[in-house]
């Protein structure tokens, strides 16, 4: 059965999204009862294949859609159609159309299973439809299920090839929802993958060492296409395999100790575990083992900034000997980009699922520092690593004037394009239409939520490239932004170039981080967490801000979000700079969020 893949990449999945040609196995005379309506059926099927591995995309569902009014329940014809469909989709620019596509796709499928529950390929192609279209827990656990699916049909069947794709779907699905262990969890769906595709890399350098190194090899032509040929499917699996080491590695350090020692006494394709014999020397060996992975993920691909990054977290601060990953600085603008590039799609589904609280607690600090200075709104805002723009829907109703988004991933940015005063940037649709005469107010629908959006490094960026009337900013908010800097010196000294501090009441910062206690921090004031993100101690940001020319107006503990359904420890600052100051000692008036709410719907029904 001929398999043809297109490849995404993708760092929290592996996704090769499988369109199969299943050809159905007929005799090459056909018998005199054979019908005509069986023939029919046939043809279509056939004439569909032939369309679709031609490209013909059009004409191929045509044959296919023909097929099945013939047919409604003819298998290859349900499961080719819905191929046809999401490679129609590549190309289309209508996202109603799209829709459309996908949904008879994904009913196309799941109409299969029904009929045939173990039908791998169904099973994989609808996990990855479903994936494609939502990542909520949810859709990962049905996603999750249907891997397995097509993982235990090919471990069933002797002549079936071994499934790497879908081991490799399964265990990044499994380790989202926290499934590592057992023979079909994350941790062993990582290993046989590997395992796998390592197979085919020494079957491509067998090829080319026969073809450099037997006795007659001179004496043939050189092969200089099949040789470019093999280079290229080896470097290609060894792009796979830093992805696959990533992950295999990222789940080590997330077992248990309970559970690594579990593991010393299971079968491991990768590991050695002779050395784990209880839950300390066995939680070292997973680590070291994480470490291992992590740093065969950055050999086999070097473009692999995420893996080189989390090195350096695993790498840690004490490690002897220079290493060159070590976390000694911000993360990467490649990291950032690339992490966050790959992210844009689910970014809003994900946090909300981990109850990320953080940028309506921007929003109500912003709103409550207005009370308390006793202003209305806020002029201009820059909204630093604005993402999505989900911190955007919450600042905007309290500027009167511009607001900028800054960011450094272009796929964050042009999501947040497309956020109008009443739509999208968290702003679900039932709540934008549910007040009265919204679904009819096409200027608020068609009003951009931010003013300006611009792709730049926040640490250089210039008011130049930034303002719309050259004036400085009189808030900026950064909603979890420095958890990927370590000295974030650098960043708050352009913050204060970027304000607005000359006007009378001077200009705001509003951040969150992640908060290390004071006792507990290293002497820099910041520490690289195992979960590839910083955390900064009070004593040292406070200081840095006031390096940059900051006072701290308001501090308080916050729980940012949850993870590995544990919270997680951050901290939220309210600094000024310029205008009248606050004398040492006075307080901060903390408003009730349902003032907050209030001014929120009675400022955004004004604009």
């Known amino acids: 059965m001929p398999l043809f893949s297109k490849n995404r990449n993708g760092f929290n999945a592996i996704a090769i999204f499988l369109t199969v040609i299943a050809l159905l196995s007929y005799p090459a005379s056909v018998s005199s009862s054979y019908s005509e309506y069986e023939g029919k059926i046939n043809n279509h099927l056939q004439e569909g294949n032939n369309a679709l591995a031609g490209g013909d995309l059009q004409t191929a569902i045509q044959n296919y859609e023909a097929c099945l009014t013939l047919d409604p329940n003819q298998r290859y014809c349900n499961i080719n159609l819905s191929s046809a469909l999401v490679d129609l989709n590549e190309s289309e620019q209508d996202e109603a159309t799209k829709q459309r596509r996908t949904t008879r796709a994904i009913s196309a499928l799941r109409h299969v299973l029904r009929l045939h529950p173990k039908d791998g390929d169904a099973a994989f192609n609808l996990a990855l439809l479903l994936q494609d279209s939502s990542r909520s827990e949810d859709i990962t656990g049905e996603a999750a299920r249907l891997y397995q699916i097509a993982v235990e049909v090919a471990d069933m069947d002797d002549g079936e090839e071994d499934r790497w794709d879908a081991l490799a779907n399964m265990a990044a699905a499994k380790q989202e929802l926290g499934e590592f262990m057992g023979p079909y969890g994350a941790r062993r769906s990582y ?14 350098q067998d090829y080319l060492d026969k073809m450099l190194n ?15 040929e093999a280079q290229m499917q080896i470097n290609s ?13 990222t789940v080590l350090t997330e077992l248990s100790p309970s559970d690594c020692l579990s593991l010393m006494t299971e079968e491991s394709l990768l590991m050695d575990t002779k050395e784990g014999t209880d839950d300390n020397t066995a939680k070292m060996v997973c680590e070291t083992n994480a470490v291992n992975a992590m740093r065969l993920a950055v050999d086999l691909d070097g473009n692999n900034v995420v893996a080189m990054h989390m090195l350096g977290a695993m790498a840690g601060e004490g490690e002897e000997g220079g290493n060159e990953y070590k976390g ?12 966050f590039d790959d992210f844009a799609d689910t970014f809003d589904e994900k946090l909300g699922a981990l109850g990320y609280n953080v940028p309506r607690l921007i929003g109500e600090a912003a709103y409550d520092w207005l009370q308390m200075s006793n202003g209305e709104t806020f002029e201009s805002a820059l909204d630093a690593g604005c993402g999505t723009g989900l911190a955007g829907r919450f600042i905007r109703p309290l500027v ?7 960011d450094l991933s272009q796929k964050m940015l042009d999501i947040a ?12 649709e039932e709540d934008a239409t549910e007040k009265e005469g919204l679904e009819d107010d096409d200027e608020r629908s068609q009003t951009p939520l931010y003013n300006k959006l611009v792709s730049s490094d926040l640490e250089t960026v210039t008011l130049n490239e930034l303002v719309l009337d050259g004036h400085g900013f009189d808030l900026i908010v950064a909603a979890d932004v420095l958890v ?18 000359s006007s009378d009441d001077g200009a705001s910062l509003i951040f969150s981080c992640e908060r290390i206690d004071d006792e507990e921090a290293p002497p820099s004031g910041w520490k690289l967490q195992s979960s590839g993100r910083y955390a900064h101690s009070k004593k040292y940001v406070t200081e840095a801000a006031m390096n940059a020319g900051y006072d701290l107006m308001y501090y308080e503990e916050i729980v940012p979000r949850m993870e590995k359904g544990e919270p997680v420890q951050g901290h939220l600052f309210i600094f000024a700079i310029g205008g009248q100051s606050f004398e040492e000692g006075e307080e901060y ?12 719907e009675s400022v955004l029904e004004e604009l």
Do not use: W
């Open 191 to 204: 290993e046989r993958s590997i395992v796998l595709l390592e197979g085919m890399v020494e079957d491509y």
């Open 484 to 501: 990927y800097l370590g000295d974030i010196q650098k960043l708050l000294q352009n913050f204060a170039i970027l304000s607005n501090e």
């Open 400 to 406: 009167t004037g511009p607001l900028v988004g800054v």
């Open 237 to 249: 699996i060894n792009a796979y395999l830093s992805k696959l080491y990533y992950g295999y590695g």
């Open 589 to 600: 008036a903390d408003y009730d969020a349902d003032d907050y709410d209030h001014v929120v």
């Open 417 to 428: 394009a497309k956020c109008t005063l009443a739509k999208g940037c968290g702003l679900e």
């Open 214 to 228: 037997e006795v007659d090899s001179a004496k043939r032509e050189y092969d200089d296409e099949g040789y470019n």
């Open 328 to 339: 000694k600085g911000p993360a990467s603008n490649e990291f950032v980009s690339a992490l």
